[in-house]
């Protein structure tokens, strides 16, 4: 079983950038795929990224497609998500989540990931 801790949340001013980590003990993340969820004040969660247990082919939501970048270091056991031009409505919870899967591919239903982390705020201030 592995288990997630998020970091790097905080308060930023629009326009600004924030890198997120999503550390994971217990268990090898290469065997999983990882992704990241927010969720805002009334909102239902929300995916924002992905990706598979071995790299590439990272998914975006389109909300976030060319601001956020996620990335994974699997010698660190860690994966990351650097999120520039930050907007607004980009305040959240941000969560982590992990899938153990056998291919390369990712799901973006909060219902297909078994392991998530407690989750960091993210707040952008305008």
């Known amino acids: 079983q592995v288990q997630l801790v998020e970091s790097g949340g905080g308060l930023v001013q629009a326009g600004g950038s924030l890198s997120l980590s999503c550390a994971a003990s217990?268990?090898?993340?290469?065997?999983?795929?990882v992704a990241w969820f927010r969720q805002a004040p009334g909102k239902e969660r929300e995916f924002v990224a992905a990706t598979p247990r071995g790299g590439g082919n990272t998914v975006y939501a389109d909300s976030v497609k060319g601001r956020f970048t996620c990335s994974r270091d699997n010698a660190k056991n860690t994966v990351y998500l650097q999120m520039n031009s930050l907007k607004p409505e980009d305040t959240a919870v941000y969560y982590c989540?992990?899938?153990?899967?056998?291919?390369?591919?990712?799901?973006?239903?909060?219902?297909?990931?078994?392991?998530w982390g407690q989750g960091t705020q993210v707040t952008v201030s305008s």
């Open positions: 217990g268990s090898t993340l290469s065997l999983y795929a």
């Open positions: 989540a992990a899938e153990r899967t056998f291919g390369t591919y990712v799901h973006t239903s909060s219902n297909d990931y078994n392991y």
